[in-house]
């Protein structure tokens, strides 16, 4: 018998802004927040994390995140 039941979805948000400062997590402007997606895994948040990152490597400022939604959504699997 074989197993044809879909992966789980493990939801991430890629997102990113420019920073106020290199020493703190707070954005300049949340209006101008880039919200590349939502992806069903981590290996597909991480490529496009990679591609907005290299895009913007010039601007120190410029920063990225892969946030882990499917643990917001159920604290309990981690």
């Known amino acids: 018998m074989t197993d044809t039941s879909e992966p789980k979805q493990l939801l991430h948000l890629v997102f990113g802004g420019e920073l106020k400062t290199l020493d703190d997590l707070q954005f300049r402007d ?29 601007n120190a400022h410029m920063r990225y995140f892969i946030v882990h939604m499917h643990r917001l959504l159920d604290p309990r699997k981690g």
Not at 36 to 45: E, F, K, L
Request: charged fraction near 20%; hydrophobic fraction near 45%.
């Open 30 to 58: 949340l209006d101008s927040l880039d919200i590349v997606g939502i992806y069903p895994d981590y290996a597909s948040a991480l490529v496009a994390w990679k591609s907005k990152a290299q895009q913007t490597v010039d």
